[in-house]
């Protein structure tokens, strides 16, 4: 029995490792002689398994925190580990490398590639990680099965929903097993039903123990998430546990 106990703990333990570490984390943009902070010493820690949603009203800092989680940009200062991973030092190569490797997103125009059939959309991230063709096409066609368009695989973005598209999107955002799925406002082109569509979709990922990060201002979205970090003037305001 203590034997069993204490080979558990390892795998417990990993189970709960952070995925996103940020640690006095700030960001200041130049512009000419002007700067502004706009993220002024955030700490925040997202564990494995964890689904968070990340809100604020305009010009608060969110797309700021979002590129920088993202690996789109860096801190002026601070600390960020992704995965365990200190991403500050890293130049534009080895940040997309790490984007590749780590992350998955989702955005609120979709960006997909109009001349391309959903399950060639959803393969792009395997060709950029150099994946076998063969493996690259059973796994895209694995990813749309799991979002629900299993029967949409070839059809263009053009012929889809935009709910669709988004669970295109959101497939694409699976297809390479990341350590976080990154979501910036993706339900806001969409309209009531393909929202509770899409947010139905996260619920489920979340359940099978993916790690979501949705950024939105709007809470009816945010109450999705487990837990609501609320960000204003480029700090953290509140960090709440939601107990819906
Ligand atoms: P949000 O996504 O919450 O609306 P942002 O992160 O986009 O907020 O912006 C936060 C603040 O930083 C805003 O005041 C914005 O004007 C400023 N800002 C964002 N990007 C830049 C930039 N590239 N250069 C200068 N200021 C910027
Ligand atoms: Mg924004």
Redesign the pocket.
Known sequence: MAELVLERLPDEAGAAENVIELAGARKT?R?GSIE?E?LRGVDLAIRTGEYVAIM??????????MNIVGCLDVLTAGEYRLAGEDVGELDEVELADVRNRRLGFVFQQFHLLPSLTAWRNVELPLIYGRVPAAERRERAVAALERVGLGDKLDNRPGELSGGQQQRVAVARALVGEPALILADEPTGNLDSRSTEDVLALFDELHVQGRTIVLITHELEVAEHARRIVT?RD?LIQSDEVNPR
């Open positions: 943009y512009t502004f706009a604020g009203p305009s010009g608060s800092g969110k797309s700021t925190l960000v480029g």
